[in-house]
């Protein structure tokens, strides 16, 4: 399976966070599953490190060297993202999200989140 991980999902992940549930964990960490991470995701991330509204066990220089060691794939935002992007429905404000759910759309991958928000949306999503 081929899975877009939400922004929250991921810092979760890197922190061991107890909220993320076992199943997503396990997805995650299935050798044969492709889990992508979106530069969109690494931009948010490091906004709120850069103003301090995040702290991380790593730091965002390490950060790389995590998704490398977890097989993590990184995916760029493109036009045809930023299409689908013009087309959703404001049923979430987030700009971050917004352009996850349109990446994940027009990329026909999974996206994991643990926002309900997500569902009201046209897409695949394991919550």
């Known amino acids: 399976m ?11 992940y890197i922190e061991e966070n107890m909220q993320l549930k076992n199943k997503i964990v396990r997805e995650i960490e299935n050798p044969q599953n492709q889990v992508f991470v979106s530069k969109i995701s690494l931009w948010e991330i490091a906004i709120k490190v850069g103003i301090g509204k ?7 220089p ?6 490398v060691a ?9 036009f045809e993202h930023l299409k689908m992007l013009l087309t959703l429905p ?8 917004r352009l996850l759910i349109a990446q994940s759309i027009t990329e026909n991958i999974i996206l994991i989140t643990d926002d309900n928000k997500f569902n009201l949306y046209d897409l695949s999503i394991l919550n």
């Open 2 to 12: 081929k899975y877009l991980i939400d922004t929250h999902i991921l810092i979760w």
């Open 54 to 60: 995040l702290q991380m066990t790593i730091s965002f």
């Open 62 to 67: 390490d950060l790389e060297d995590f998704l």
């Open 70 to 78: 977890n097989n993590f794939s990184i995916i760029d935002y493109n």
């Open 90 to 97: 404001f049923h979430h404000n987030d700009p971050f999200d």
